[in-house]
C-alpha cells in the first residue's frame, strides 16, 4: 500500500515538508510505503471550465496534475498540505485541486484522505476546513489525529521544536494506515465501496 503526500508549498524543503516527513516516518513502521509530491513553484494555470477533461480523460493543460492523477490511480491514500496563506490555502494548491478533482476525481473516490497545514502563527483550520471539502464531495473518508493537523513555526527548523503539532503528524499516520489496513481486509472479505448514483438538480431552470 502507498500514501501520495502532497507538497503545496512554494518550498519545497519548508513547513509543510517537514510536516510531511514526520507522516512518511509513521507510514513507514507500519508497513506502508510513501510518496511526497512536490507540486512545483511555478506558476500553474487555473481551470477554465473547458469540460475537456470529460471527453480527454485527463486535464487539458499537462503539467504536474496530469503526472500527479497518474499516480493517484495506483495509490491507496492521500494527505494534502500546504502553509496557510490568509487564513487559507495557498492559490497554487487550490489551482492543483481544483483540476485534479474535476479531471481526475474518479481515481481518488472512496480513498483515505487528510489535510494537513502550516503556519507562523494562524489560520490553520479554516485552511483545514477548505481543502477537506474536496474530499466530503467525492466520497473519500477523512483521517483524523489526536489533534487538528497543523504545525507551527516559520521555518522547518522551527517545525521540529513543534513537540505536539509533529506528534499529530505521527498519529495522523498510524490512523492512515490503520483505515488503509482496515479497508483492505474488508477487500479481501468481499466488501467493496457502494455504487452511488449521482443526481444533480439545478436550482434555475
Known amino acids: 500500500m502507498k500514501v501520495l503526500l502532497v507538497n503545496g508549498s512554494s518550498h519545497p524543503q519548508g513547513c509543510t515538508n517537514a ?36 471527453t480527454l480523460g485527463k486535464c487539458v493543460f499537462d503539467d504536474c496534475v496530469n503526472e500527479f492523477a497518474e499516480k493517484a490511480a495506483e495509490a491507496d491514500g492521500f494527505i494534502f498540505g500546504c502553509p496557510v496563506y490568509y487564513a487559507h490555502p495557498s492559490g497554487r494548491l487550490l489551482t492543483f485541486m481544483d483540476r485534479l478533482f474535476y479531471s481526475a476525481g474518479d481515481k481518488l473516490a472512496f480513498k483515505p484522505a487528510a489535510a ?5 502563527r494562524n489560520g490553520q483550520v479554516c485552511t483545514m476546513d477548505v481543502i477537506n471539502k474536496y474530499f ?15 504545525v507551527f513555526g516559520a521555518a522547518a527548523e522551527q517545525v521540529t521544536e513543534d513537540v505536539e503539532g509533529l506528534n499529530t503528524m505521527y498519529n495522523l499516520g498510524k490512523n492512515m494506515a490503520w483505515l488503509l489496513k482496515v479497508i483492505d481486509l474488508g477487500k479481501q472479505n468481499g466488501i467493496e465501496h457502494p455504487d452511488n448514483e449521482h443526481l444533480f438538480t439545478n436550482f434555475v431552470r
Open 116 to 120: 494537513i497545514s502550516s503556519a507562523r
Open 19 to 54: 510536516a510531511l516527513n514526520e507522516i512518511a516516518r509513521s507510514l513507514s513502521e507500519e508497513g506502508i510505503k510513501s510518496e511526497i509530491f512536490f507540486i512545483g513553484n511555478r506558476p500553474m494555470t487555473d481551470c477554465i471550465a473547458c469540460g475537456k477533461c470529460s
Open 136 to 150: 466530503s464531495i467525492n466520497q473519500m473518508p477523512i483521517v483524523s489525529s489526536t489533534y487538528w493537523n497543523h
